[in-house]
């Protein structure tokens, strides 16, 4: 993903969502990892080949987000470029929250601007279908709407996800759409915040469920969905900087990443064993003596880690 491209989609959604844009210090900032592919992603993630195709850590000390390489066919590039915008979606949603919001919410959000299309005159359109979630959407058993209201979405079988996530965008996407219900999202988030359980408040806010399912079958049946565009020149792309990694910073960056993602009591030897290597080679490297100190410190080694800070 071009970085004009994202500084277009950061700004699109925030236009559309009517969010500010608040001045950005170091805990507001999003550091982007991209990985070879999804199955490295997936392995960073939980230690194994899963569908996980890029995920999001939200932390006061600044946010990290891991998505796959997008080079290879248009198919591919276009998957990758979906699960960027899904991750980066959540930091634009999450970054200066202020109220809880449930997991339905939290990835119908995601869903609904991952599909960003940018057009040649510049312009931006948002809340375009899910043709990524159709097979979950049509072909695969249809998830209570109980589920999908309280669900909490860390757990499950690849299909039970699928479809859990599908049906999130589709019902994010019917009521940005639908006036008769417009607020009920809302008072729906207000409840909760106010101690509701997340079904009691769905029920409070949205009435009958059922009649609220039949509703989404409808929707969804008719497979026309509305979507909103930006037209270029309300987004202005200024002050995109590019540097290429100095050689010790791109030697580094695997610790980077293991470090980012967070070590474990097993793991963090092994990756402050290949921090020290690199160290060594690049003694006078700021980045990798800040990598260094960072594997050291997450593997107990305090006085290691304090002396590659001082370096």
């Known amino acids: 993903v071009s970085v004009f491209k994202l500084e277009k989609f950061v700004q699109a959604v925030r236009i559309v969502r009517g969010m500010d844009d608040p ?12 990985l070879k592919n999804s199955d490295a992603v997936s392995k960073l993630a939980v230690g ?22 997008i080079s290879g ?26 109220v809880a919001y449930p997991a339905w919410m939290v990835e119908g959000f995601a869903e609904f601007f991952s599909t960003a299309d940018f057009h040649k005159d510049g312009s931006v359109s948002v809340g375009t279908p899910a043709n990524h979630r159709a097979y979950g959407l049509f072909a695969l058993g249809k998830p209570r709407i109980e589920d999908v209201l309280s669900a909490s979405f860390d757990a499950g079988t690849a299909e039970q996800l699928e479809v859990l996530y599908g049906r999130s965008w589709l019902l994010t996407h019917y009521l940005a759409f639908n006036t008769e219900r417009h607020g009920q999202d809302s008072a729906s988030l207000r409840a909760i915040n106010a101690g509701e359980d997340p079904l009691g408040a769905a029920r409070a806010a949205f009435g009958d469920l059922d009649e609220l399912d039949h509703e989404l079958d409808s929707y969804l049946r008719r497979n026309r ?5 930006v037209e270029g020149p309300a987004l202005k792309v200024t002050g995109v900087q590019i540097r290429k990694m100095r050689e010790g910073e ?44 960072e594997a050291e410190y997450g593997d107990g080694n305090y006085a290691a880690a304090e002396a590659a800070a001082e370096r």
């Open 73 to 98: 066919s248009r198919a591919r590039r276009e998957d990758a470029e979906v699960t960027f915008f899904h991750e980066y979606a959540h930091h634009l949603m999450l970054q200066n929250a202020t």
């Open 23 to 34: 001045p950005l210090g170091n805990a507001g900032r999003l550091t982007v990892y991209v």
């Open 225 to 229: 969905f509305r979507h909103l565009t």
């Open 250 to 293: 791109a030697r580094v960056m695997p610790v980077r990443i293991r470090s980012a993602r967070g070590v474990t009591k097993d793991s963090a030897a092994e990756v402050a064993a290949t921090a020290r290597a690199t160290g060594a080679a690049f003694p006078n490297e700021a980045a990798v003596q800040t990598a260094l100190a």
């Open 48 to 69: 194994k080949s899963t569908t996980i195709a890029g995920f999001y850590v939200p932390r006061a000390s600044g946010s990290v987000a891991f998505v796959p390489d």
